[in-house]
């Protein structure tokens, strides 16, 4: 008996029916929202209540994360942008256009989180402003949690949008429909 033949018969290759694909969607998006700019969220909440060497560590991580974004963005930003937007069309395509499912899983999961690399970009910039003039931790913490805020809804639409596809394509290719 031939042993790819029996992991494909063992194991649904499909995307959306597939367990790891749900369990590689919610890591994904629940990395995305503790992982504020690089700072984790747990620091942020510690340098709120606690101030001193946490709240220096809070304000140090941030500078040193948001100085990174703003290179990158800066020296490659055009580059990324094309190399991006190629690889996000050719991945829609394929997937909604040429109805390949797994690109479908892909772009359902990667389109949402250039959307989030944008917000992060933009959040990193105003940030910059603050972090030039003396910083305070509730001024940076609270433009943190916004982002945070902001990343967790694009998160929930998405996993939203996810599981109605992900439902419909397997209504589709089930027995019944």
Same mark, same amino acid.
């Given at each position: 008996?031939?042993?790819?033949?029996?992991? +494909?018969? #063992?194991?649904?290759?499909?995307?959306?029916?597939?367990?790891?694909?749900?369990?590689? #969607?919610?890591?994904?998006?629940?990395?995305?929202?503790?992982?504020?700019?690089?700072?984790?969220?747990?620091?942020?909440?510690?340098?709120?209540?606690?101030?001193?060497?946490?709240?220096?560590?809070?304000?140090?991580?941030?500078?040193?994360?948001?100085?990174?974004?703003?290179?990158? &963005?800066?020296?490659? &930003?055009?580059?990324?942008?094309?190399?991006?937007? +190629?690889?996000?069309?050719?991945?829609?395509?394929?997937? +909604?256009?040429?109805?390949?499912?797994?690109?479908?899983?892909?772009?359902?999961?990667?389109?949402?989180?250039?959307?989030?690399?944008? #917000?992060?970009?933009?959040?990193?910039?105003?940030?910059?402003?603050?972090?030039?003039?003396?910083?305070?931790?509730?001024?940076?913490?609270?433009?943190?949690?916004?982002?945070?805020?902001?990343?967790?809804?694009?998160?929930?639409?998405?996993?939203?949008?996810?599981?109605?596809?992900?439902? +419909?394509?397997?209504?589709? #290719?089930?027995?019944? &429909?």
């Amino acid at each position: 008996m031939d042993i790819l033949q029996t992991i +494909f018969d #063992l194991i649904d290759m499909r995307s959306f029916s597939n367990l790891w694909y749900w369990i590689a #969607l919610a890591v994904t998006w629940s990395t995305a929202s503790h992982y504020v700019l690089g700072v984790p969220f747990d620091l942020i909440v510690r340098a709120r209540r606690k101030g001193g060497p946490v709240a220096e560590d809070m304000l140090m991580l941030a500078s040193v994360n948001v100085r990174r974004i703003l290179s990158i &963005g800066r020296e490659a &930003g055009v580059t990324l942008t094309l190399v991006a937007s +190629f690889l996000l069309s050719l991945i829609v395509v394929l997937g +909604f256009v040429f109805r390949m499912e797994f690109a479908q899983a892909v772009a359902l999961i990667v389109v949402p989180l250039s959307g989030v690399g944008l #917000l992060s970009l933009r959040t990193a910039a105003r940030l910059e402003k603050v972090l030039a003039a003396d910083p305070e931790v509730e001024t940076v913490a609270r433009i943190l949690i916004r982002h945070r805020v902001s990343v967790q809804a694009v998160g929930m639409c998405a996993i939203c949008v996810t599981a109605l596809w992900g439902m +419909f394509q397997n209504l589709q #290719l089930s027995p019944l &429909g």
